[in-house]
């Protein structure tokens, strides 16, 4: 029997959130699930549409992208997790789509603006787009670039990975995590109504200002800051 039953559970249930959020179509995404004491993380195969995914098909790999447990090949998005896993110790989850809007915003090439509250009940800042990958990483290991493109970005722009728990990889998608891969999927439903909303709002009113900063700083407090109420306790 597997000594990764409960990770290969973990990253199996979140997958199928994927579909019943409407965030893929097919195969175009995955999630993954770390278990740092074992040194490892699990993944969603690669190119195994979700109506056939079970849970015996995840795959176990280590922070090297290589595979240590499953008889099926990982996601090709594999590298990428295991960067991420690797550099960034204190996120569980990741979780990598196609959604519609969010990957127009990204094939666009632009942040989504902080236009209103829903945002800023998550973020106090647009969300980031990192520039289009240069041709040596594109021509170098792809996957693993893709994370030093996310990383990149986040540094460059003064931002911690720990409250931007979301990105928009330019000309390709977003990139979400969190503490656990429920938490990234529900990242990447925010993301995703985050960035419908601003494409809605932007074509309603081209000059629609970014939201003032004292909503943007009681929405956020008052959901994460210290004196937060929202919620039940």
Request: overall charge negative.
């Amino acid at each position: 029997m597997s000594q990764y039953l409960s990770l290969k559970q973990e990253c199996y249930e979140a997958n199928m959130l994927l579909p019943e959020l409407n965030l893929v179509l097919f195969t175009f995404g995955n999630v993954s699930c770390v278990d740092r004491n074992q040194g490892v993380f699990a993944i969603k195969p690669s190119g195994v549409p979700y109506t056939k995914l079970k849970e015996s098909d995840i795959v176990i790999c280590d922070f090297e992208g290589k595979v240590v447990e499953g008889k099926l090949r990982p996601s090709s998005d594999t590298n990428t997790h295991a960067l991420l896993f690797k550099t960034w110790s204190d996120i569980g989850g990741i979780a990598h789509t196609h959604s519609t809007y969010a990957t127009a915003w990204a094939q666009s090439l632009m942040d989504i603006p902080i236009l209103g509250t829903t945002h800023a009940d998550y973020l106090t800042v647009d969300i980031p787009c990192a520039p289009p990958m240069k041709d040596p990483y594109i021509q170098g290991d792809y996957e693993h670039n893709t994370g030093f493109q996310i990383i990149d970005c986040l540094q460059e722009r003064g931002l911690d990975y720990q409250e931007v728990e979301m990105i928009l990889v330019g000309s390709h998608a977003p990139f979400t995590w969190g503490k656990n891969a429920a938490k990234a999927v529900h990242n990447s439903a925010v993301l995703e109504q985050c960035a419908q909303m601003a494409y809605i709002s932007t074509h309603i009113n081209p000059q629609v200002p970014r939201l003032k900063e004292a909503l943007i700083k009681k929405h956020f407090e008052r959901k994460h800051g210290p004196d937060s109420y929202y919620g039940q306790t």
